[in-house]
């Protein structure tokens, strides 16, 4: 789940966006793989958006993460978000070849 920053923080955390504390008086959120905090605001985040990130059973990553993760993506023996691409990419396009084929 999405780490709203009421009652977790207890001691000083700052942003890696801006390098100021992050504290129970402003929104922010953990991201669940580095379990760094960043601002709201400084994710440009909306209150509704934070809202509902807060309240949601999904995780929440940062950037730096999600990058991360795209990389450790795996699919069948693929490994990595570019490599899955690029097969289902050539797959898409011989599937269209024979549906044009087909129907010439």
């Not at 605001?41 to 999600?66: A, G, P, R």
């Amino acid at each position: 789940t999405s780490t709203p920053i009421t009652n977790f923080v207890t001691e000083d955390v700052n942003c890696p966006v801006c390098k100021c504390d992050v504290s129970d008086e402003v929104k922010g959120l953990m991201c669940e793989t580095c379990q760094v905090w960043f601002h709201g605001s400084c994710l440009s985040i909306s209150d509704e958006e934070y809202n509902d990130l807060s309240s949601s059973q999904n995780s929440w990553c940062c950037m730096s993460c999600q990058a991360e993760n795209a990389t450790q993506l795996k699919w069948g023996t693929l490994k990595g978000e570019k490599a899955i691409q690029q097969v289902i990419k050539a797959t898409y396009l011989e599937i269209t070849k024979w549906k044009k084929n087909l129907f010439t």
